[in-house]
C-alpha cells in the first residue's frame, strides 16, 4: 500500500488550523500554573502532584490532538464546540494552585466538560468505535477527580492517582482492550500530527520565556541580573533548537508507516515522550526562575535539581523518540544529560548563575557536535 493510499481519508486534517492554535495558547496556561505549583512546593510531594495534575491533563490534550486530526474543526459547529473544549481547560487551569485543596471540584467539571466535548465531537469521525470503547475510562476519571474536589484528607492523592490510572492505563490491561486493536481504528494524518505537536512545543517556550522576563526582580536590574535574564532565555533556545533538530524526520518516519504502526508510534512518542519532554520544561523553568532571581547566590540542591533534572529529562525523552522512530542516533543526547545531571552541585554549593552557564555549554556542544557533517543522523525508520 503506498503512502498517499493511506492518507486518503478525506476526513483528516492536513495542517493544523487557526482555532487549533488558539487552543494551545489557552492550554499553555497549564504549564504555567504547573511551574507556579512547582515553585511553590518543589519537594517531592509538590512534584508528584504536578505530575498527576500533568498526567491527567496531558492525555486529554492529545486526545484533542488525535480529535482534530481526525475531525478538523473547520466548521462553525465544529469550531464553536472547540472553544468549549477550551473553557473547560481554562477552568482546569485556573484550578491548579489548590486542586489538592480548595478547588478540586472546580477542577472537576472543567475536566468533565474537556471529556464530554472530546467524545462529542470525536462520534463524529471514523474511529467512534475505538472512541466508544475508552468513553466509559475517560468519564470515570472526570468523576473520580469531581469525587476528590468533594472530600479532603488522603482520599484526595488517593482518588487522583486512580482517575490518572483510570484513564491512561486501564483500558489497556483489560483482555480484549489492547492498544494494538484500538490503534487500529485511527488513521493519522502525519503532517498535521507532527505540526500540531511543534507548536504546542513553540508555545511553551515562548510562554516559559515570558514567565521569566516578567519575574525578574526589576528593583535589582543589575548587571549580574542583565546576564542571567539573557542565560535564561539561551537555554530554551538551545533546547528549541535540539527539539526541532531531532523531530524534523519524524513525519517522514510516521508518513511511511502502516495506520496501526502509525498509531502505535504516536502514542509513544506524541502521549508519552512529549510528557516527559514537557514534564522537563515545566522542571527547568521552576529552575530558571531561581536562577534569574538570585543570579549571583547558589540556588540550592532542590532548585539544582530542577534545572539539571529537567533539561536532562527533555533530552531523554528527545533520545527515547529518536530511538522509536529510528530518525537518529542517541549517545549525544544520553551522554549530555548525564554531563548536566552532573552539575547540579555547581548551583548549589558554587553560584546559580554558573550553573546555568554550565549547562547552556554542554547543550551548545553537543548541538555543534551533532552538526558535523560526520555526526549528523540519518533517518533510518522502519515501519
Not at 482555532?19 to 517531592?44: G, R, Y
Not at 482517575?163 to 502525519?190: D, I, K, M, N
Not at 523531530?247 to 516527559?276: C, K, M, N, W
Not at 540556588?299 to 529518536?322: E, Q, Y
Amino acid at each position: 500500500m503506498t503512502p498517499a493510499r493511506r492518507d486518503s481519508d478525506p476526513e483528516t486534517a492536513d495542517r493544523a488550523t487557526p482555532v487549533e492554535v488558539f487552543f494551545d495558547l489557552v492550554f499553555v496556561l497549564t504549564i504555567t500554573q504547573l511551574v507556579a505549583l512547582l515553585e511553590e512546593h518543589l519537594n517531592w510531594i509538590g512534584l508528584a502532584r504536578v505530575i498527576l495534575i500533568f498526567g491527567l491533563l496531558w492525555y486529554l490534550y492529545s486526545g484533542y490532538a488525535w480529535l482534530t486530526n481526525h475531525v478538523p474543526p473547520r466548521t462553525a459547529t465544529r469550531k464553536l464546540l472547540i472553544f468549549a473544549g477550551m473553557a473547560g481547560f481554562l477552568l482546569t487551569a485556573v484550578a491548579i494552585p489548590d486542586a489538592f485543596t480548595g478547588s478540586g471540584l472546580l477542577f472537576g467539571i472543567g475536566y468533565l466538560i474537556v471529556v464530554t466535548v472530546h467524545l462529542g465531537l470525536f462520534s463524529q469521525s471514523t474511529a467512534r468505535a475505538a472512541v466508544r470503547r475508552l468513553a466509559p475510562y475517560n468519564l470515570g476519571a472526570a468523576l473520580l477527580i469531581i469525587a476528590a474536589g468533594l472530600v479532603t484528607g488522603p482520599a484526595v492523592p488517593a482518588l487522583w492517582a486512580a482517575a490518572v490510572f483510570t484513564q491512561t492505563a486501564l483500558p489497556y490491561l483489560l483482555p480484549g482492550h489492547s492498544w494494538l486493536s484500538a490503534a487500529a481504528s485511527f488513521h493519522l494524518r502525519a503532517p498535521h500530527f507532527v505540526e500540531r505537536h511543534s507548536l504546542l512545543v513553540i508555545v511553551t517556550f515562548g510562554e516559559t520565556v515570558v514567565a521569566i522576563g516578567m519575574g525578574a526582580p526589576h528593583e535589582d536590574l543589575g548587571l549580574g541580573t542583565a546576564l542571567a535574564v539573557v542565560m535564561a532565555l539561551a537555554l530554551p533556545a538551545a533546547l528549541w533548537w535540539t527539539y526541532f533538530t531531532d523531530t524534523g524526520p519524524d513525519e517522514a518516519a510516521l508518513h511511511d508507516a502502516d495506520h496501526g504502526t502509525r498509531s502505535r508510534y504516536a502514542a509513544r512518542v506524541y502521549i508519552v515522550a512529549h510528557f516527559v519532554l514537557l514534564l522537563g520544561v515545566i522542571a527547568t523553568a521552576t529552575g530558571l526562575h531561581a536562577v534569574v532571581s538570585h543570579p549571583d547566590e547558589t540556588s540550592g540542591w532542590a532548585n539544582s535539581l530542577a534545572l539539571s533534572g529537567g533539561v536532562a529529562l527533555f533530552l531523554l525523552a528527545i533520545a527515547d523518540a529518536r530511538r522509536i522512530l529510528g530518525t537518529g542516533r542517541r549517545p549525544g543526547r544520553l551522554i549530555t544529560a548525564a554531563l548536566v545531571l552532573a552539575t547540579i552541585p555547581l548551583g548549589a554549593l558554587v553560584s546559580a548563575a554558573l550553573h546555568l552557564a554550565v549547562v547552556i555549554v554542554l547543550l551548545t556542544g553537543m548541538l555543534l557536535i551533532d552538526g558535523h557533517p560526520r555526526a549528523r543522523p540519518v533517518s533510518v525508520a522502519r515501519t
